[in-house]
């Protein structure tokens, strides 16, 4: 069995109704290296998008039950979901609709019918965009404050020391605040194809960094059949 060597480029999840056009979109979307999630209805969105973090989301606006700009305001709404990038694909091009959808935070608006090869570009840009906004982020909650640039924990002003595995998991449940994320998950994004280690082994290091956060050790909750959420 081969196993492809590109390089993960991210999760992407896709709500389209449109079964050609979004098996187009999900097979080249993949060939790039982004993994792909796809919805033909919001509720089912709905339903995956708490539980499971993604770098963003591309919303047709039309669809069978909620609309996108609906489904937009669901997750700028929400603390943990908010800064997730969104590009709308629609068939709807009007100037008014574009002002509504980047009125409610949409990062880019892409009218059909376009280009496979202009859809990856304007991907590739917005995500882009946001890891340099992300980059030398504090990440903070309450007394615990995290510096992904100088590798650093403080909490309640003291400098807590975590291994390098122990501050990207952290690193890791912080960014995804508020979501449920699996012991899969975290590997996948600390070790990816190179996977030498288990999800016992991850456990063991929770445990370790509950104890190091002290009396907010109980900010990291155990979500039964998924994994771990950061969460106050």
Do not use: Q
């Not at 991210?10 to 796809?38: P, W």
């Not at 030398?136 to 003291?158: A, P, T, W």
Request: aromatic residues 12%.
């Amino acid at each position: 069995m081969l196993l492809s060597l590109k390089k993960k480029m991210g999760k992407i999840a896709l709500i389209e109704d449109d079964k050609d056009l979004a098996f187009l979109i999900k097979l080249n979307l993949e060939r790039e290296g982004f993994s792909v999630e796809h919805f033909e209805r919001a509720t089912s969105f709905f339903n995956f998008i708490t539980k499971n973090p993604v770098d963003l989301v591309l919303i047709d606006i039309m669809l069978p039950d909620f609309d996108g700009f609906r489904i937009a305001n669901f997750l700028k709404n929400r603390v943990d979901l908010r800064d997730i990038p969104l590009i709308f694909i629609t068939a709807k091009g009007e100037e008014e609709d574009k002002l509504r959808g980047f009125d409610i935070g949409a990062d880019d608006y892409i009218t059909k019918p376009f280009s496979i090869k202009e859809l990856i570009a304007r991907v590739k840009a917005v995500l882009k965009r946001y890891k340099k906004l992300s980059e030398g982020k504090v990440l903070e909650l309450g007394s615990i404050k995290l510096y992904k640039d100088e590798k650093r924990v403080f909490i309640d002003g003291e400098e807590v020391y975590f291994t390098p595995v122990e501050f990207k998991i952290l690193c890791l449940l912080m960014e995804n605040y508020g979501r449920a994320i699996s012991r899969d998950f975290i590997i996948d994004n600390l070790w990816g194809l190179e996977k030498d280690t288990t999800e016992r082994a991850i456990d063991v290091h929770i445990k370790h960094i509950r104890d190091k956060l002290g009396v907010y050790r109980n900010y990291i909750k155990t979500v039964r059949g998924v994994g771990y959420k950061f969460e106050k």
